[in-house]
């Protein structure tokens, strides 16, 4: 039973198919019979009739019945096995753990890597900038030195101008003065006062006083600022021989800036001071009272 049997399905199956084949032959022999020609009826001939016998003519066999088909065994159902399911996903290994990790690292340092040329080049876009910025600072520092330069040249021509001018002018002054008459023979020739304050002292040192003031009143360039009613007290500072070492406004002046600076350099400008025949009454340090009414 089981497998070795056949059903009865199959046995019905069997007798239908050999039936079906023991009446396909026998149709095929109707079908040969109805087709094969009548014979014609004998003919009668005159004569006797004669007689004989084939020879090596046997009888037709008698045909057999065919034999039925042995039934064709059953075709086997493809029955494929049942397809296994999936395995459940693994754990990744320890090797396979180390290359996830190694891979990591790789892509951090990547990024680290990445990160630091980023940075690199920004610096060095800073570090440029700054020296652009520096460089422009440095064209206009230069600039601004070239200016000042100017400026000053400008001014050191205008004040060669007006020194020259005021020289020019105290030539025509100095012509258009009176002769000044000889000293006595008693008196030093270096001790001829020019100026004073029409006072009661004819002493030698009031002589001394007045040919010093005379020396700075002569080498003085009045600026175009100079107003009349100049007071201004200078302290002179020499040595013997009348050199000048320091002169500077140390007392009242009613002189603006420019005023006082062209007083300080007439003094050093009319240096050697008034020194031979008044050498018993020689002072270092020396307060000159100024004096301009126009």
């Known amino acids: 039973m089981g497998g070795t049997l056949e059903s009865f399905g199959d046995k019905a199956r069997a007798f239908l198919f050999a039936l079906l084949v023991h009446l396909g032959v026998v149709a095929v022999l109707l079908v040969g019979l109805l087709l094969v020609p009548k014979t014609p009826p004998p003919i009668s001939l005159q004569g006797p009739i004669i007689q004989a016998e084939l020879v090596g003519l046997t009888a037709a066999p008698k045909r057999s019945a065919p034999r039925p088909a042995k039934p064709a065994p059953p075709k086997p159902t493809d029955t494929a096995p049942p397809k296994p399911p999936d395995p459940a996903p693994q754990p990744p290994t320890e090797p396979q753990r180390q290359d996830r990790t190694d891979q990591e690292k790789v892509a951090e340092m990547a990024q680290l890597k990445a990160e630091e040329a980023k940075r690199a080049q920004e610096e060095k876009h800073h570090q440029e900038q700054v020296l ?33 001018q005021r020289a020019q002018q105290l030539e025509d002054y100095n012509k258009q003065q009176k002769p000044v008459k000889a000293a006595p023979q008693n008196v030093p020739e270096a001790a001829t006062p020019v100026t004073g304050n029409n006072g009661p002292d004819n002493s030698l040192a009031a002589q001394y006083y007045a040919a010093i003031q005379n020396a700075v009143t002569n080498n003085w360039l009045r600026p175009d600022t100079t107003q009349p009613g100049i007071r201004c007290t200078v302290h002179i500072v020499q040595i013997p021989g009348g050199d000048v070492i320091g002169a500077q406004i140390s007392g009242p002046c009613n002189a603006d800036p420019m005023t006082r600076t062209s007083i300080e350099q007439a003094v050093k400008r009319a240096a050697p001071l008034p020194y031979k025949g008044y050498e018993s009454v020689f002072a270092r340090d020396i307060n000159l009272n100024f004096q301009y009414d126009g």
Do not use: S
Request: glycine share 0%; charged share 55%.
């Open 132 to 164: 652009l910025e520096q460089q422009q600072q440095k064209e206009r520092d230069r600039q601004k030195e070239l200016e000042k330069v100017k400026r000053e040249r400008e001014e050191a021509q205008k004040q060669v101008k007006l020194a020259q």
